[in-house]
């Protein structure tokens, strides 16, 4: 689709002894089969706005001269090197892998040659993403009014009035402090200075395609859709520059060759409704897309024509027949499945290797039985969520986090949130918005609250996720639980949507296959050998098609691909190794489905209350206890006696309302046993469950026999699934003993258990 019409490319190089250096990735401890391929003339070739398309334009990729200066001085006199572009200067791919520093800037310089007729056209200069500030000069002019700034989105330059025609000079310079000191607010997601952990390493500079197009004199600028699939229409209100005063505009859709509606804009900013009978309708099953062709005709310019394309679909939640609120597609219930989805490679960073390597990706979430993904804190070229709307995949779009002071960084957050939401809206696959995860740059409730009613009202073709993990302020079309390993959710809500953002985390290390060979490598919980590592898999996957029936209404795991120091991937960084079979996969996730369309109403009643809403005496001691301290025939008289819940002053500080604190823990360990009588009919007691909030590493015994060994720590009370078999084996008519061992690494320490059985209707 690289068609140069009017417009030339010539490539800049540095040269020594009257030959351009050869190109070579830096060195990486580890490659994509992607990456190794990669050549200047390669490097992302393909046309980078698929739904607003013209055959007027230049690829402006490849070798460009680079140089790293102090922060205060003006255009280099003399260049370093070569660098790859679009990929960041700290990637391998970009031949430089330099890290920046705060006091630097970066310097890019190439030529290219332009044909225009400046008094009909215009020549724009657009660039994918740079980050984070970027000024540009065209022969030696800067044609940034005010550095451009963000480093998440495209920004675009009318270059008309500074280019010549033939050869023209293009240099560009970037300042990216990332998050060298906490003072600077921009939104950067997972970069960091100092990566490690669940940070990685930070990118500078052009990371996404940079390019040029001649565009007549009056041209349009984009277009916005809004699909009812109810009343079988398409509303399309298309964005245009130039003088618009006698302009007209004409619209067709498309479904394959056959135009199946056509229209007129009547007036500016206002839709033009066209009808789509018959609709295919856009799904993961069945990822149907309109063609849409847009001719603008307008006095002294040449007529503009663009194609793009939209999906007719609807997503919504609304109660199922069980009054259980759920989600929608197409007015079919639909639990949304997949992965945290990072977006991130070893060789380019934030810039994927190619094309290719994205559909990878991609399909390997489809092959397994997802069918949505959550992309986390990322906005991906354009050309990715072209393949997920070809492809058929669901996404959850994050919006980028920052850090930096959370009131100073406001305005700048909700201007960047706005320009995602803008640029993606005409892409059917994405079916909510994420404004906030997990607290990051998130203000108190009443900011928090303010953008949450805004995304809703500016975009009420999508959900809002109530936000992603921890400050929920009671707005957003749903509540959404993070809990490793989990999975866990919300008790079903009249008003909003259970869901599951964040759970998982399994983490198995792939020898040969790791960013960091001999260096500590993590996951939330770990396995040593693919079996064990499967076995864990399968088991939180039987637990989650429990919760499905329960009303959970989607699930989040993590996640896609290994990153940098984590390990909890179903493949891993490079792409190379999938860690479990597709086929089995497949399975644990198609019965998810299954359980979540047979919703059942869970009726609980306690056998042995905890301490939440009423203390309950138990004996305790923090002393390392004798031998069979968990039997019945234990005798505990020598140990404390003390009313759960069990926990220290950070526990009550961070977990606020879900602790209930009436005895005081604070050593490093804990052991505690009551009494409780029980003369249930077993046969008729239905499914029993451990109902525990825990911090952390609990094991818990029923009359001297192990029920339940809780690894790590939860953040509230939460059902807790038992082995029916050895619990009712243990369990006795008359008397019983609970006893609970239960300890405190760091943080918050808390414990409190109680019995309750689940029977469903």
């Not at 916005?224 to 399309?236: L, Q, S, W």
């Not at 079919?332 to 559909?359: N, R």
């Not at 709307?389 to 779009?397: A, L």
């Not at 993606?424 to 995860?437: A, E, G, H, R």
């Amino acid at each position: 689709m690289n068609k140069l019409i009017g417009l030339t490319v010539a490539v800049a190089g540095l040269m020594v002894a009257g030959e351009s250096l050869a190109y070579a990735p830096a060195e990486n401890p580890l490659m994509t089969v992607w990456g190794e391929k990669i050549t200047p003339e390669t490097a992302w070739t393909e046309y980078p706005r698929p739904n607003l398309v013209r055959e007027n334009w230049q690829n402006l990729n490849g070798l460009w001269q680079y140089s790293i200066n102090k922060r205060e001085d003006g255009v280099p006199e003399e260049w370093q090197g070569e660098i790859l572009v679009p990929f960041c200067v700290e990637s391998a791919l970009s031949g430089v892998k330099h890290l920046m520093e705060t006091p630097e800037q970066l310097w890019y310089k190439r030529s290219f040659d332009a044909k225009f007729d400046s008094s009909k056209e215009r020549l724009l200069l657009h660039f994918g993403a740079v980050d984070y500030r970027a000024q540009v000069f065209v022969n030696g002019i800067e044609v940034t009014d005010a550095p451009h700034t963000g480093g998440n989105q495209p920004f675009t330059i009318d270059i008309t009035d500074a280019a010549v025609q033939g050869a023209n000079e293009l240099v560009v310079s970037v300042w990216d402090p990332t998050n060298s000191d906490g003072r600077f607010t921009q939104s950067m997601g997972k970069q960091h200075c100092k990566p490690g952990g669940c940070m990685y390493t930070r990118v500078s500079g052009i990371w996404q395609t940079v390019w040029a197009e001649v565009v007549p004199a009056t041209y349009i600028t984009g277009y916005k859709v809004v699909t009812d699939i109810d009343a079988g229409t398409v509303a399309v209100t298309v964005q245009a520059e130039g003088d618009l005063s006698n302009a007209k505009v004409s619209l067709k859709v498309k479904y394959g060759d056959k135009v199946v509606s056509s229209g007129k804009v009547k007036s500016w900013g206002k839709p033009v409704v066209l009808p789509v009978k018959d609709a295919q309708l856009w799904s993961p099953a069945n990822p149907n897309l309109y063609g849409l062709e847009i001719t603008l005709e307008a006095p002294d310019s040449a007529d503009d024509v663009v194609n793009g394309y939209f999906g007719m679909r609807k997503v919504e939640w609304r109660k199922d027949e069980k009054g259980v609120p759920r989600f929608y597609l197409n007015n079919e219930m639909c639990y949304m499945q997949g992965t945290l989805d990072q977006g991130w490679w070893p060789d380019g960073l934030l810039t994927p290797p190619s094309e290719a390597a994205m559909k990878y990706d991609i399909d390997l979430l489809k092959g397994v039985g997802f069918n949505m993904m959550r992309k986390h804190i990322k906005v991906e070229p354009l050309r990715y969520y072209y393949l997920c709307d070809k492809m058929g995949i669901m996404i959850w779009q994050d919006m980028v986090s920052g850090w930096g002071n959370q009131d100073e960084r406001y305005a700048e957050y909700r201007k960047e949130l706005k320009g995602m939401i803008d640029l993606l809206q005409t892409f059917p696959c994405i079916v909510m918005w994420v404004p906030y995860n997990e607290s990051w740059g998130q203000p108190a409730a009443a900011k928090t609250n303010m953008t949450q009613n805004w995304v809703k009202r500016y975009d009420p073709t999508r959900l809002v996720d109530g936000p992603s993990g921890w400050n929920d302020y009671g707005v957003g079309d749903t509540r959404d639980m993070h809990n490793y390993p989990g999975p866990g959710m919300f008790d079903v809500m009249d008003n909003r949507v259970s869901v599951l953002g964040e759970f998982g985390g399994i983490g198995l290390s792939i020898s040969g296959h790791l960013w960091r060979e001999n260096s500590k490598n993590w996951g939330y919980v770990s396995d040593t050998t693919t079996e064990a590592s499967f076995a864990r898999y399968t088991a939180l996957m039987r637990k989650l098609a429990k919760l499905a029936k329960k009303g959970l209404a989607a699930s989040v795991y993590t996640q896609t691909t290994d990153v940098e120091s984590e390990i909890n991937g179903l493949v891993t960084y490079d792409r190379k190794h999938e860690k479990y079979n597709r086929a089995e996969l497949k399975k644990l996730h198609d019965a998810v489905y299954t359980a979540a369309a047979d919703t059942r109403i869970a009726v609980y009643k306690d056998i042995l209350p905890t301490s939440q809403a009423a203390a309950a005496k138990w004996q305790y001691t923090t002393s390392q206890p004798a031998d069979g301290w968990m039997k019945p025939e234990f005798n505990d008289s020598s140990w404390k006696s003390g009313e759960a819940g069990f926990g220290n002053e950070i526990i009550k500080r961070d977990a606020k309302d879900n602790a209930v604190v009436r005895t005081l823990w604070d050593s490093p360990k804990l052991w505690v046993r009551r009494t409780f009588d029980f003369s249930g009919d077993l046969s008729a007691a239905g499914e029993f469950a451990l109902k525990c909030f825990y911090d952390e590493d609990a094991v818990v015994y029923l009359n001297g026999v192990e029920i339940a060994k809780l690894s790590g720590y939860n953040i509230k009370y939460e059902d807790i699934e038992l082995d029916q078999a050895v619990f009712r084996r243990a369990l006795k008519q008359g008397r019983n003993v609970l006893a609970v061992s239960v300890g405190n690494k760091v943080g918050g320490a808390y414990i409190d258990v109680g019995i309750t059985t689940i029977s469903y209707k």
